[in-house]
């Protein structure tokens, strides 16, 4: 199929290397889990078990709490120890609840195969979906029935799965698609029928062309599905910029996908997808990838959601001795985090390690009006005018510039010379954009 492009961009260091042959190692049970009760986009949920209690692996521990929100499951048998405060790797603080390995994994007796999954009703799927637990694994943590159930005037005629994986060092999707492509297509087959449509299209990398023949190899001529293969650059996988590759359409300002008639999906997202419906697994474990210089043995790995970063580190043979600065996820979209005490939740996509020399914040210098910024911005915005008025407070006239529409890329502070921090402004500034909208409804 034909390929667009979408505006700006920019060619970060991939980093793919330490991890992308090496495939999905399992982590070895972890003696105690915390499982935040907030770990997607809406509600937090509603805890339903006692201190003192014992669950098995994939019992609820939380009800969903509205529409937008899914329930959270044990990712290990054994008893409650609490629920508490804990270091959360997204929100700072919150609840979770934590459990101590029993002597032997046991799991709820409800999951099983489901032969006949794809003659179930629309409803049932999005109904197992949404009981499983399932938020995008992208990063977003959308919850997925909702993304799956668009409003009766959202005409919806296109699917698209991303396996672009554009976010430097970061290769857990594309191990996914190489070693579980049957379940991801089976996911995504899913999604369409959910959605009712009959054009699907994968996007893919051109970095990543083994995935690309095992993904071809799989589809085996099938006429309502296709694979999109994009040179490579970066956020090609951000949503609307996918969009605007594959499809040369634009999602408007304020907008979403389905307003264009589109519906986007990740590819750990469709293979969670296949487990919930065909087999009634609710989410409990993830892959993430656990890499960077800072990392004594790269790896990519399957974990149970509520297990702490420093398990999974010295499963990969611990830090090096100038380890300096932990992020989850990538460089690029990244957050920060104090230390490796924090727990893995269901958007956890990695966990990068830098070392010192790699890591050291440079200060800011005054702008020198070069307009690179502007040129690599995805969204067509003006990074440091958006910059300068939430500096000096105008945010009701950083709104009309549209500062909302900002993905939080980092494109902008990448290419920056006098290394203004752009896109961490920017992200304050849509935070009191938000809160003056509260205070005025």
């Known amino acids: 199929m034909k390929i667009k492009s979408f505006h700006g961009g920019v060619h970060p260091f991939e980093g793919k290397e330490f991890t992308e042959k090496k495939k999905i190692e399992i982590l070895p049970l972890p003696g105690t889990v915390s499982i935040p009760l907030a770990q997607h986009i809406g509600a937090p949920t509603n805890p339903i078990v ?46 979770a609840v934590t459990i101590v390995a029993g002597e032997s994994e046991e799991w709820i007796d409800t999951i099983r195969e489901d032969k006949n999954y794809f003659d179930l009703s629309v409803d049932e799927m999005r109904n197992r979906i949404r009981e499983a637990g399932l938020a995008g694994m992208g990063g977003a943590t959308f919850p997925t029935h909702v993304k799956l159930s668009p409003p009766p005037d959202k005409k919806i005629d296109t699917a698209i799965l991303n396996g672009v994986e554009c976010e430097p060092y970061l290769t857990a999707d594309h191990r996914l698609m190489l070693e579980y492509p049957e379940d991801i297509l089976n996911g995504f087959r899913l999604i369409m029928k959910i959605l009712g449509v009959q054009r699907g299209i994968i996007g893919i990398e051109n970095n990543k062309r083994d995935a690309v023949e095992v993904m071809r190899q799989y589809i085996n ?43 986007v999906q990740n590819v750990g997202t469709a293979k969670a997808v296949y487990d919930a419906v065909a087999h009634r697994r609710p989410l409990t474990h993830r892959v993430l990838t656990v890499t960077g ?6 790896k990519n790995v399957l974990a149970p959601i509520g297990t702490p970063f420093q398990d999974i580190v010295d499963f990969c043979g611990g830090l ?8 989850m996820g990538g460089p690029m979209m990244g957050i920060s985090q104090p230390h490796l ?12 390690i830098l070392e010192e020399k790699e890591s050291h914040l440079r200060p800011e210098e005054p702008c020198i009006n070069c307009g690179r910024c502007v040129l690599v911005c995805p969204s067509h915005l003006l990074p440091t005018t ?13 709104e009309d ?16 010379p006098a290394n203004r921090y752009l896109v961490q402004t920017i992200r304050h500034g849509k935070r009191q954009v938000i809160q003056a909208r509260k205070k005025a409804s």
């Open 401 to 416: 510039l549209h500062i909302m529409d900002c993905i939080e890329c980092g494109s902008c502070s990448y290419i920056c």
């Open 221 to 263: 001529n099938s006429n309502n599905i296709k694979i999109a293969v994009f040179p490579v650059k970066y956020p090609q996988g951000a949503e609307k910029q996918l969009i605007k590759a594959t499809l040369n359409r634009e999602v408007p300002s304020g907008g979403l996908p389905m307003d264009i008639g589109v519906v």
């Open 320 to 327: 090096t001795e100038k380890a300096s600065k932990i992020i």
């Open 50 to 95: 006692e201190k003192g209690q014992e669950v098995k692996a994939g019992e609820k521990l939380a009800e969903a709490n509205g529409y937008i929100s899914v329930p959270v499951h044990a990712s290990i048998s054994g008893k409650v120890k609490g629920i508490e405060d804990i270091d959360h790797p997204v929100a700072g603080r919150g609840k």
């Open 293 to 298: 210089s800072g990392i004594r043995e790269p």
């Open 341 to 352: 005490k924090v727990p893995v939740v269901k958007g956890t996509s990695g966990i990068l």
């Open 386 to 398: 958006l910059q300068m008025l939430v500096y000096n407070e105008r945010i009701e006239e950083a």
